[in-house]
Structure formats: structure tokens, C-alpha cells
């Protein structure tokens, strides 16, 4: 059975704190992993990835995949407290099927 | 903002009734997939659409039914509500085999 496995499941930080959060997967025809980040209700867009070993950056976030130990992780520097939200790790099927993991809860204090 | 618009955003009922959720997609988006969101959990597939045929589905039983119209806008119907089917409705909006997907704000559906 495809599943998606997020760790930690919650994560209280100060401002200014490095965080890293984990995504692992098990999913039949994977074609991609994508990060989202949910404040309130509507998840929003951080990062796809499909390749191996190449980071994408946003800012103070980053992420980067391993297709070959079945994992990704998000990297969130500098933490402000704009940054508190669960954040979502997603597989794509090529079915565009999308399996998600249960979040990660993050809350940055000032 | 994605461009992606649900309605309504709360919605309340009782067990047995039924219920229509309605999505208008992203524009140029010709995918429209629904997931369920129950508190502390993450989304679940439910099913999609694309070219007004579903083109997919998760474990959720018949009752939970939909559409798709020429203009890509679709909609969700739960048959026989039950207690459970209380959560966040989200639908989101894609190119076919492109991956990203947008979300609209959610449905919130309480069952009583």
C-alpha cells in the first residue's frame, strides 16, 4: 500500500532557529514529491521535485530529494514566525494521484 | 492566491442529508482533483476529473460522487451524510501529468 510518512509530527522553535523537516515514501510509479505549506485551509505551493541530489531554494527554504532512499527533506533557516503551519509532504503517482503524509506541525515563537 | 474558488466555504447538515460542493478551477487547468481533509490528518484522495470523465478514485465508497462541466468547473456530492464525513473539502486544480496542483480554501462540512 502507498504511504507518505512526515517527521516530526510537531515542532516548537524560536525565531531564528534552523528547522528540517522529513518526508519518507513508499509509492508504486512515483513521478514526483511536493512540498505545500497549509496556514489556514488552502495548502500553498512550495517546491516540486522529481530529480535526485538537486536542491531547489526559496528564500530562507530549500529541499532536496533522495529517490534511492525513498526520501526528501525541507530546510527552513533563519525561522520567523510567519513560518508557523503545517507542513505537507505530497507524492504524485503517475496516476496524478497525489498521497499525502499527515504534516508536520511547526510553530516558531518569537 | 491560486485562482482556485470553492463554494460555500462552511457549510452544516444533518446525517442522511446530502450535500453539492462546487469548485471553479484555476484558469488553463483542466484537471480538477477533490480531497478530504479530517482534523490533524492530511488530504485524502478522493477522486478526478479531467475532460469531464473521472480519471481516478480513492477509497471512498458511491455516496461520494462528481463532476466536471465543459468550463473545467466541477463539483462534489456526498449521498447519506454520516458523522464522519465531517472535514475540510479541498479541490484542487491541474494540468494533466504536470504535478503541481492548486488548491482552492476549502469547504468546511460539519455533520450533525
Known sequence: EDKVVQSPLSLVVHEGDTVTLNCSYEVTNFRSLLWYKQEKKAPTFLFMLTSSGIEKKSGRLSSILDKKELFSILNITATQTGDSAIYLCAVERDTDKLIFGTGTRLQVFP | ?112
Do not use: M
Open chain 2, 1 to 112: 492566491e491560486t485562482g482556485v474558488t470553492q463554494s460555500p466555504t462552511h457549510l452544516i447538515k444533518t446525517r442522511g442529508q446530502q450535500v453539492t460542493l462546487r469548485c471553479s478551477s484555476q484558469s488553463g487547468h483542466n484537471t480538477v482533483s477533490w480531497y478530504q481533509q479530517a482534523l490533524g490528518q492530511g488530504p485524502q484522495f478522493i477522486f478526478q476529473y479531467y475532460r469531464e470523465e473521472e480519471n481516478g478514485r480513492g477509497n471512498f465508497p458511491p455516496r461520494f460522487s462528481g463532476l466536471q462541466f465543459p468550463n473545467y468547473s466541477s463539483e462534489l456530492n456526498v449521498n447519506a451524510l454520516e458523522l464522519d464525513d465531517s472535514a475540510l473539502y479541498l479541490c484542487a486544480s491541474s494540468l494533466v501529468r504536470q504535478g503541481e496542483a492548486f488548491f482552492g480554501q476549502g469547504t468546511r462540512l460539519t455533520v450533525v
